[in-house]
């Protein structure tokens, strides 16, 4: 059973920083994209950033720009995203997604299976 655990998430003022993980089980990394969505309140989902299955080539919004990075450890399993230089408009619950393809891509209906999310919020 393919399951998605995030966490990591929580309250920073703005400049600081987070790191969100990933938990994977039931699949292998090796054969699967993994990306980060965020949703703000009243919007849709928003591609930050995602990582390729087996080159672990990586792909940031431009939003995200320098300030985030994605990465992975396939020994353990995770997928983690580094959130530095925090903006208020980073708040909103980060999801992370899998889907068994081998190219990036930030389309969130083309993603078969997603966490339960985990809330971001960045103070002023």
């Known amino acids: 059973q393919v399951q998605l655990v995030e966490s990591g998430g929580g309250l920073v003022q703005a400049g600081g920083s987070l790191r969100l993980s990933c938990a994977a089980s039931?699949?292998?990394?090796?054969?699967?994209?993994i990306t980060w969505f965020r949703q703000a309140p009243g919007q849709g989902r928003e591609g930050v950033a995602c990582i390729s299955s087996s080159t672990e080539k990586t792909m940031h919004a431009d939003s995200a720009g320098d300030r985030f990075t994605i990465s992975r450890d396939k020994d353990k399993g995770t997928v983690y995203l580094q959130m530095n230089n925090l903006h208020p408009e980073d708040t909103g619950v980060y999801y992370c997604?899998?889907?068994?393809?081998?190219?990036?891509?930030?389309?969130?209906?083309?993603?078969?299976?997603w966490g339960q999310g985990t809330q971001v919020s960045v103070s002023a």
């Open positions: 039931g699949f292998k990394l090796d054969y699967y994209v």
């Open positions: 997604a899998a889907d068994y393809r081998y190219r990036c891509m930030f389309d969130a209906w083309q993603y078969q299976f």
